[in-house]
């Protein structure tokens, strides 16, 4: 999998999400977030619950 920049980590509040819409490898459009934990860690998840398919996201950011 390729490194994509998707911003300075700084943008992303502690206790806060950013979503971000990408192209993956086969240039399909992805949509994504990333979410800076109260603990300072940082999570990638696909937008996409793996059961239904819908949007994890119902609301932006």
Same mark, same amino acid.
Not at 5 to 8: N, Y
Not at 41 to 45: D, N, Q, T, V
């Given at each position: +999998?390729a $490194?994509i920049?998707?911003?300075?980590l700084?943008?992303? #509040?502690m206790g =806060?999400? *950013?979503?971000f $819409?990408? #192209?993956d $490898? $086969?240039? +399909?459009?992805? =949509?994504l977030?990333v979410?800076?934990d109260t603990?300072n *860690?940082?999570?990638?998840?696909r937008?996409s619950?793996?059961?239904?398919s =819908?949007p994890?996201?119902w609301?932006?950011?």
């Open positions: +999998m $490194e920049f998707l911003c300075v700084d943008d992303i #509040q =806060s999400a *950013k979503g $819409e990408i #192209q $490898e $086969e240039r +399909m459009p992805r =949509s977030f979410v800076h603990n *860690k940082y999570y990638a998840y937008n619950c793996p059961h239904t =819908s994890l996201d609301m932006p950011n």
